[in-house]
Nanobody, 127 residues
Framework: QVQLVESGGGLVQPGESLRLSCAASGDFGNSYTMGWFRQAPGKEREFVAAAFRWSTNRLYYGDSVKGRFTISRDNAKKTLHLQMNSLNAEDTAVYYC???????????????????WGQGTQVTVSS
């Protein structure tokens, strides 16, 4: 049974940092991609970052988070972390972890390319 469990969300002030984690369980094969998306109220889902095909160590970021967010992997635990620095109000959203099992690189930022999704964790940036 496939399961993705996010953790680490919360309320922070502008300029502060937060670290999200996504623990995956289940059989994804050897070429799965694990990523983060977010969705703010009234807005479309947005690509945040992804680790393409777990074994390749290729990391990709959405334009709005480049230079501020960093993803890292714990291969043994099938866990993907999202370190978020210099947070601002525009980062407020529900953050979702997702896994794509046969994803090609050109679709890495498309939510439709991911098969499995976590329940989401709320991140609120407010003073």
């Amino acid at each position: 049974q496939v399961q993705l469990v996010e953790s680490g969300g919360g309320l922070v002030q502008p300029g502060e940092s937060l670290r999200l984690s996504c623990a995956a369980s289940g059989d994804f094969g050897n070429s799965y991609t694990m990523g983060w998306f977010r969705q703010a109220p009234g807005k479309e889902r947005e690509f945040v970052a992804a680790a393409f095909r777990w074994s390749t160590n290729r990391l990709y970021y959405g334009d709005s988070v480049k230079g501020r967010f960093t993803i890292s992997r714990d291969n043994a635990k099938k866990t993907l972390h999202l370190q978020m620095n210099s947070l601002n109000a525009e980062d407020t959203a529900v953050y979702y972890c997702a896994v794509g099992t046969s994803l090609i690189l050109s679709t890495i930022s498309r939510g439709s390319a991911y098969r499995y999704w976590g329940q989401g964790t709320q991140v609120t940036v407010s003073s």
